[in-house]
Structure formats: structure tokens, C-alpha cells
């Protein structure tokens, strides 16, 4: 069985009080395993994007514990938490992100960059990025000169530079066509398998659902049914 990297436990988040309380995750427990792609289905207002923040340490729980490879979160310094995100984590976006001036490889090198990555390194290990993902001979073009399709995948480039173990997409097919979603959720798939780290994407395509090993869908911020593919379905 595949490592498992993150950890859920009885995960409640609140917002407000008293009457106005609005309840976005209502006892969620679950785990995240390095080599899977984890679809995260449902209506707006479900509770997606609020459990990725949960998972990508951008949001702490109200109620209930996270466990990032087995050590509980709970407590933990606002400077932890971000140094377990640069270190751990990595983040795709529904619009990308790109900075506009600078080429695809260079979108990519300045996440290396941030790393402390030596500058004699950048420009090949953000060529292999983005060869890995077909790009590179779009390497040379700026964002404004690529194609959605083209776009996204820079960004999980991007996303990728720092080796990360958890990788949270959030609609990251949304702005793209029917064939072009499928193609970057198939690079994502590829990408889990081969790089043996946990992907997460949040969607509301149906199309992108053969692409993950596995699919979560939630409503009213509980988990309503938790099934993979060829294998095991509970609800």
C-alpha cells in the first residue's frame, strides 16, 4: 500500500457564531497517499476548496486533528506551517498564475529560484520540467503566446520545481476545453505515478473522473462517498 502523507481526522471548520455559524466541513476523516491522484467532487458550496486549504496548511480546522506524515499539526507556529508548505507542498490554480513578462522556462525557474536553487541550475532543471510535460519547445514563448492547455501545464511545472510530496489543484481543468482538461488531468495522473507523490484536484468535471485513482465527493461538508477505481467503494 502506498505511503500515506497526509492524515484527517473529525476535520470541522466554522466560520462565524451563534446563528450565523456557517458549518464548511462537519467531521471530515480521511488520508492522502503518496502515487494517487485524489478527485475532490461536488456542488458549490460543498466544502472542496476549504478542505484543500485544510490540506495545504493554509487553513487550520476548527475542530479535529491533521497529520502531515504522521506528526499532528495541531499547535504548530504560523512560520512552520510555512515552511511545511514551501517544503512539502505544491499549488495549481484555475487561471495559472504565470507572471506575463517572463518566458514559460522562466515561470518555472523563479519557483527554483525561491528555493535557494544555484543559478547555474535554473534554466536546465526548469527545461527538464517542462520537457517532462511536453513543453519543450514552448520553453522560449511568454504566457500570452501559449495556449490554456499550455498554460496549465507550466504552471504544474512550476509547482513541481520544489519536489513536492503533496500536490493540491484547485479546478485546474475549469478554464479549459473538454479535451485539453482531460489532457492536463492525464499529465497529473502520469505525474502522481511517476514522481510517487500525492495529487489532489479539486473538480467539477466529470470528464477529468477517470483520471483519478480515486474520487471523494462531498456535500454539505461531510463526505458522502469515498470510492477507487478497480478496487473497494464506501459511502
Given at each position: 500500500?502506498?505511503?500515506?502523507?497526509?492524515?484527517?481526522?473529525?476535520?470541522?471548520?466554522?466560520?462565524?457564531?451563534?446563528?450565523?455559524?456557517?458549518?464548511?466541513?462537519?467531521?471530515?476523516?480521511?488520508?492522502?497517499?503518496?502515487?494517487?491522484?485524489?478527485?475532490?467532487?461536488?456542488?458549490?458550496?460543498?466544502?472542496?476548496?476549504?478542505?484543500?486549504?485544510?490540506?495545504?496548511?493554509?487553513?487550520?480546522?476548527?475542530?479535529?486533528?491533521?497529520?502531515?506524515?504522521?506528526?499532528?499539526?495541531?499547535?504548530?507556529?504560523?512560520?512552520?506551517?510555512?515552511?511545511?508548505?514551501?517544503?512539502?507542498?505544491?499549488?495549481?490554480?484555475?487561471?495559472?498564475?504565470?507572471?506575463?513578462?517572463?518566458?514559460?522556462?522562466?515561470?518555472?525557474?523563479?519557483?527554483?529560484?525561491?528555493?535557494?536553487?544555484?543559478?547555474?541550475?535554473?534554466?536546465?532543471?526548469?527545461?527538464?520540467?517542462?520537457?517532462?510535460?511536453?513543453?519543450?519547445?514552448?520553453?522560449?514563448?511568454?504566457?500570452?503566446?501559449?495556449?490554456?492547455?499550455?498554460?496549465?501545464?507550466?504552471a504544474i511545472a512550476r509547482?513541481?520545481?520544489?519536489?513536492?510530496?503533496?500536490?493540491?489543484?484547485?479546478?485546474?481543468?475549469?478554464?479549459?476545453?473538454?479535451?485539453?482538461?482531460?489532457?492536463?488531468?492525464?499529465?497529473?495522473?502520469?505525474?502522481?505515478?511517476?514522481?510517487?507523490?500525492?495529487?489532489?484536484?479539486?473538480s467539477h468535471d466529470p470528464?477529468?473522473?477517470?483520471?483519478?485513482?480515486?474520487?471523494?465527493?462531498?456535500?454539505?461538508?461531510?463526505?458522502?462517498?469515498?470510492?477507487?477505481?478497480?478496487?473497494?467503494?464506501?459511502?
Open positions: 500500500m502506498s505511503a500515506t502523507v497526509l492524515t484527517l481526522e473529525d476535520v470541522r471548520v466554522t466560520y462565524g457564531e451563534g446563528a450565523a455559524a456557517v458549518h464548511a466541513l462537519n467531521g471530515i476523516s480521511l488520508d492522502v497517499r503518496r502515487g494517487e491522484v485524489t478527485m475532490l467532487m461536488g456542488p458549490s458550496g460543498s466544502g472542496k476548496t476549504t478542505l484543500l486549504q485544510v490540506m495545504g496548511c493554509l487553513l487550520r480546522p476548527s475542530a479535529g486533528r491533521v497529520r502531515l506524515f504522521g506528526e499532528s499539526l495541531e499547535g504548530a507556529a504560523l512560520a512552520a506551517l510555512t515552511e511545511l508548505r514551501r517544503r512539502h507542498v505544491g499549488f495549481v490554480f484555475q487561471h495559472y498564475n504565470l507572471f506575463p513578462t517572463l518566458k514559460a522556462w522562466e515561470n518555472v525557474a523563479i519557483a527554483l529560484d525561491l528555493r535557494g536553487a544555484p543559478r547555474e541550475t535554473l534554466r536546465p532543471r526548469a527545461l527538464a520540467l517542462l520537457e517532462r510535460l511536453g513543453l519543450a519547445d514552448r520553453a522560449e514563448h511568454y504566457p500570452a503566446e501559449l495556449s490554456g492547455g499550455q498554460k496549465q501545464r507550466v509547482a513541481l520545481a520544489g519536489q513536492p510530496v503533496l500536490l493540491l489543484a484547485d479546478e485546474p481543468t475549469a478554464a479549459l476545453d473538454g479535451a485539453t482538461g482531460q489532457a492536463v488531468a492525464a499529465s497529473l495522473k502520469a505525474l502522481a505515478h511517476e514522481l510517487d507523490c500525492a495529487v489532489v484536484v479539486v470528464r477529468v473522473l477517470p483520471y483519478g485513482d480515486r474520487v471523494l465527493e462531498l456535500e454539505d461538508g461531510r463526505l458522502k462517498s469515498d470510492r477507487r477505481h478497480g478496487g473497494n467503494a464506501h459511502a
